[in-house]
């Protein structure tokens, strides 16, 4: 297992790049200017001992000499010892709402920005509890298996977009019975499903026998509610640019509005609360403190300890290939010459 102390020194080796096309321009201006002075053939008279060859190999020594910098920047480690360690927490799953409602800008920067934010708030809050991550629109998807992995969680969740999905629509009953099969441990106390969304929803009829049926196996449902009752158009934007905003099939400019009625009346059934998700700090907080509240189950989770730093290596290969690119010279070497690594024996 490895970790990078500082990932932002990786935008380093855009230099690498920058410095090979000066490279290149560099070896242009030359042979023109070369040109101008003199033929090929005469310049090689004029100059028996440089080297043609010798500015390619400093080129490549410099480049590996920064990138070996560079990785010895952002430091990695390595974890050495693999061990199984005790963890209390609870089983909590987030289903997050992708349907194209959720692209309405009635609360910054869009409804599901801010729902993908306030997920990311909450996992920052957690110490030990397992997660699992759903998204739905027109069907449920499973988008990250219960697990402690925190990092790979806000990977899947940052990735989450309203085109994962191509059967649009809202249906939170399936989501809800997705997130049943989530649940692996009998014996865990507490299951805790959060439903962020904004209320629409096209399968009412049947979300009730959803929730009942996951309250009866000890699942309690929280659901948090992001948008304005107010409403607001479903932008439709290409390259970050808006194009138009959504219509029905009357030509009218749809309004989609939160609609927390749905979700207080699943809350109320699932044993769990409505949380109003304008305020990301304020909810985040809240969950925080109802998390404390619960029974906490202990579980066995594997983890690498003992992170050993290995930047050194990285570090002093960097200082040894320029030192040596310093003693690389634009001459051609004698040793080299005998090896004729470059055809660079002249013709008898």
């Not at 974890?79 to 194209?100: C, M, Y």
């Not at 044993?271 to 304020?282: A, K, M, P, R, V």
């Amino acid at each position: 297992m490895i970790q990078y102390d500082e990932k932002i020194y990786f935008y380093l080796l855009f230099i690498i790049p920058v410095v090979v096309v000066l490279f290149l321009l560099l070896l242009v201006w030359k042979k023109r200017t070369q040109k101008k002075f003199a033929d090929t053939e005469l310049l090689k008279r004029l100059t028996p001992n440089r080297s043609y060859n010798k500015g390619g190999i400093k080129l490549v020594v410099f480049i590996l000499a920064m990138a070996l910098l560079v990785i010895g920047l952002v430091n990695p480690k390595i974890g050495t010892k693999l061990e199984t360690v005790k963890r209390e927490g609870v089983d909590i799953v987030f289903a997050v709402d992708v349907s194209k409602s959720m692209l309405a800008e009635d609360i910054a920067p869009n409804r599901l920005e801010k729902a993908k934010r306030l997920v990311s708030e909450i996992i920052n809050q957690l110490a030990s509890d397992r997660i699992g991550i759903i998204a739905y629109a027109g069907q449920a998807y499973p988008q990250l298996p219960i697990t402690t992995d925190y990092g790979a969680a806000k990977m899947f969740l940052q990735s989450m977009n309203t085109d994962m999905l191509t059967s649009q629509g809202t249906a939170i009953d399936q989501a809800i019975e997705l997130a049943t099969t989530y649940y692996d441990d009998a014996e865990q106390t507490n299951r805790v499903l959060f439903i962020i969304s904004d209320g629409e929803d096209h399968s009412e009829g049947s979300t009730i026998d959803a929730v009942e049926d996951a309250a009866d196996e000890g699942i309690i449902i929280y659901t948090i509610g992001v948008g304005k009752e107010k409403g607001a158009p479903i932008p439709i934007k290409r390259n970050g640019i808006l194009e138009s905003l959504k219509k029905d099939s009357q030509g009218e400019t749809v309004i989609t509005k939160l609609n927390e009625s749905v979700l207080v009346d699943i809350a109320n059934e699932g044993d769990g609360q409505y949380i109003d998700g304008s305020n990301t700090e304020t909810a985040v907080e809240f969950i925080k403190e109802e998390l404390l509240k619960m029974d906490k189950k202990e579980f066995e989770a594997k983890q690498f300890a003992e992170y050993k730093d290995q930047f050194q290596w990285f570090i002093g290969g960097a200082l040894l290939l320029l030192f040596l690119d310093i003693f690389i010279l634009d001459r051609k070497t004698s040793w080299l010459m005998k090896l004729n690594l470059f055809n660079e024996k002249r013709n008898e």
